[in-house]
């Protein structure tokens, strides 16, 4: 199993960036797919989720400004991040889960995690 993100970087407050996960070694379309961030020295947040049925979730800090997408038949889930504020610096992973309870948020039922990509949000 693999998780493979990319589209990190320096950004600028108020810009944008798309992250892309491209994930491979198992069922990609039966798994909800995930994005947790880790900002330096503190714990891990939970972000966002786009589930196997096809609706999607957002964490109160980033909805109306992250939106999450995936493509079943390239195996890979996007995250795009607009209107960035330098508190979305941080570390973002990738996630894959089998089992996840919709709206539950819960990092326990991800099975799968990537190496993770930063974003840093700095005038």
């Known amino acids: 199993v693999q998780l493979v993100e990319s589209g990190g970087g320096l950004v600028r407050p108020g810009e944008s960036v798309r992250l892309s996960c491209v994930a491979s070694?198992?069922?990609?379309?039966?798994?909800?797919m995930g994005w947790v961030r880790q900002v330096q020295g503190k714990g891990l947040e939970w972000v966002s989720a786009a589930y196997s049925h096809g609706t999607t979730d957002y964490a109160d800090s980033v909805k109306g400004r992250f939106t999450v997408s995936r493509d079943n038949a390239k195996n890979t889930v996007y995250l795009q991040m607009n209107s960035l504020k330098p508190e979305d610096t941080a570390l973002y992973y990738c996630?894959?889960?089998?089992?996840?309870?919709?709206?539950?948020?819960?990092?326990?039922?991800?099975?799968?995690w990537g190496q993770g990509t930063w974003v840093t949000v700095s005038s």
């Open positions: 070694g198992f069922h990609f379309s039966g798994y909800t």
């Open positions: 996630t894959a889960g089998s089992g996840v309870t919709p709206g539950l948020r819960a990092l326990s039922e991800y099975d799968y």
